[in-house]
């Protein structure tokens, strides 16, 4: 299993970017698919998650109206759409992925399988 995110970058608050993670090795289909991020000195918290097999999406309460977490698994890649971005956003996200979930899909956890991230900075 492999994972790699795409699409961070520097942005104004107000402003919104498209986060990529792309998926390898597994099928889409049959695992949860997690988006966390983990800014310096904190822990690293769940921001969204999508289980087609459980037919299951979640969002954090922090970002709910702002983002929205997408699969398209003819590519094998699952989306995080960030829109009005925030400073408070600025954080190393990260995707992750895991087939059996068994308790809290915001967990970090419960995932064991993990991308590099890809750092999104919101200015001020």
């Known amino acids: 299993v492999q994972l790699v995110e795409s699409g961070g970058g520097l942005v104004q608050a107000g402003g919104s970017l498209r986060l990529s993670c792309a998926g390898s090795?597994?099928?889409?289909?049959?695992?949860?698919i997690g988006w966390f991020r983990q800014a310096p000195g904190k822990e690293r918290e769940g921001v969204s998650c999508?289980?087609?097999?459980?037919?299951?999406?979640w969002v954090a309460a922090s970002v709910k109206g702002r983002f929205t977490i997408s699969m398209d698994n003819t590519k094998n890649t699952v989306y995080l759409q960030m829109n009005n971005l925030k400073p408070e956003d600025t954080a190393i996200y990260h995707c992750?992925?895991?087939?059996?979930?068994?308790?809290?899909?915001?967990?970090?956890?419960?995932?064991?399988?993990w991308g590099q991230g890809t750092q999104v900075t919101v200015s001020s």
């Open positions: 992750a992925a895991d087939r059996y979930i068994s308790g809290d899909y915001d967990s970090p956890r419960e995932y064991d399988f």
């Open positions: 090795g597994f099928t889409f289909d049959d695992y949860a």
């Open positions: 999508i289980s087609r097999r459980d037919s299951t999406t």
